[in-house]
């Protein structure tokens, strides 16, 4: 399905399964593009994950991300889904790309620590964990 990016909105043309009466559906095709707004994706995702889903959130996080990579708030939200729904290898490379991107972020680090644990990494998560608490993180 292609996709174009223009700044924070995502089209895509969508093909659908019939002819529909009132839906601009002509021949089994849209007439016009369907925009997806990824800040409504955003809260959408928020909305799963405050529901128990966080697979279902993941899957909507992920394109959020693919279009806007350096946004920290997305790439939190994904590291929150994957742990929740114990996806941890890849919690751990969202976390990582989070602290690479805001090595302050201390709850970033603490929940890195604590998905190496998870992942029986204890070693690996006491330098993270240091650094959080150096950050006043909880």
């Not at 895509?12 to 997806?36: D, H, L, N, Y």
């Amino acid at each position: 399905m292609p996709c174009l990016r223009r700044g924070t909105v995502v089209r895509m043309r969508w093909k659908a399964v019939g002819k529909q009466r009132g839906c601009g559906v002509v021949a089994g095709r849209m007439t016009q593009p369907f925009e997806i707004d990824l800040h409504s994706e955003f809260l959408r995702a928020d909305l799963f994950l405050a529901m128990g889903q966080p697979t279902e959130a993941a899957r909507i996080l992920e394109r959020v991300v693919g279009a806007e990579p350096a946004n920290e708030a997305a790439l939190e939200m994904l590291a929150r889904a994957y742990f929740g729904s114990a996806q941890l290898a890849k919690s751990e490379d969202a976390l990582t790309r989070l602290v690479e991107l805001a090595p302050a972020n201390g709850w970033a680090r603490r929940a890195l620590a604590r998905t190496l644990e998870r992942q029986s990494r204890g070693t690996e998560a006491v330098p993270h964990h240091r650094m959080a608490d150096a950050l006043g993180a909880e």
